[in-house]
T-cell receptor, first 114, second 115 residues
Framework: AQSVTQLDSQVPVFEEAPVELRCNYS??????LFWYVQYPNQGLQLLLK??????LVKGINGFEAEFNKSQTSFHLRKPSVHISDTAEYFC????????????FGTGTKLQVIP | KAGVTQTPRYLIKTRGQQVTLSCSPI?????VSWYQQTPGQGLQFLFE???????NKGNFPGRFSGRQFSNSRSEMNVSTLELGDSALYLC??????????????FGPGTRLLVL
């Protein structure tokens, strides 16, 4: 079984400051890791994903994440946030053992303060 | 390419009624997954359909059911609605390849309110 933990339910940060959203996972098989973003009144869209290879993954809108196998983490970072980054962010894990077996975390609401 | 569409976008029902939600995936996608999103429970997986067959199922009661048509469009049905079924229901489409590495493309959701 796989699981995802997003420790922070809400993260306030000032505009132009850096931010890190934390994600830890557990799985008994090889995993694929995702970050999705949900803007108000919209569905989720993919920010970035880790399948294999380089542990530093770059995504859209200036976000990046680092896969750390020893710490079973996949934290999301952005060096300078904008007001438009205010949204809810979901970490997700997919395991290699089945079809579309993706488990989502409970989400982190990023509130960018002007 | 048109994105994932869901209808209706908003729905108000009363307890005991039933409801049917519809999802049209991206053209060429054969997998449709359904999720329930609530403030307390987050995103919970309901089920996934691929080529008209339910391939994966989450831990929801039998009141929640679905189906998929030959054109990959999918419907989700909830019978005997309860107050706790109030939620945003999201569907996501993908090609449906083996393994969990695919990106899922989400629709805007159907917001259901049960009174």
């Amino acid at each position: 079984a796989q699981s995802v933990t997003q420790l922070d339910s809400q993260v306030p940060v000032f505009e132009e400051a850096p931010v890190e959203l934390r994600c830890n996972y557990s799985s008994s098989v090889s995993v694929y890791l995702f970050w999705y973003v949900q803007y108000p009144n919209q569905g989720l869209q993919l920010l970035l994903k880790y399948l294999s290879g380089s542990t530093l993954v770059k995504g859209i809108n200036g976000f990046e994440a680092e896969f750390n196998k020893s710490q079973t983490s996949f934290h999301l970072r952005k060096p300078s946030v904008h007001i438009s980054d205010t949204a809810e962010y979901f970490c997700a894990v997919g395991d290699s053992g089945g079809y579309q077996k993706v488990t989502f975390g409970t989400g982190t609401k990023l509130q960018v303060i002007p | 390419k048109a994105g994932v569409t869901q209808t209706p976008r908003y729905l108000i029902k009363t307890r005991g009624q039933q409801v049917t939600l519809s999802c049209s995936p991206i053209s060429g996608h054969r997998s449709v997954s359904w999720y329930q999103q609530t403030p307390g429970q987050g995103l919970q997986f309901l089920f996934e359909y691929f080529s008209e067959t339910q391939r994966n199922k989450g831990n929801f009661p039998g009141r929640f059911s679905g189906r998929q048509f030959s054109n990959s469009r999918s419907e989700m049905n909830v019978s005997t609605l309860e107050l706790g079924d109030s939620a945003l229901y999201l569907c996501a489409s993908s090609l449906g390849l083996a393994g969990g590495q695919e990106t899922q493309y989400f629709g805007p959701g159907t917001r259901l309110l049960v009174l």
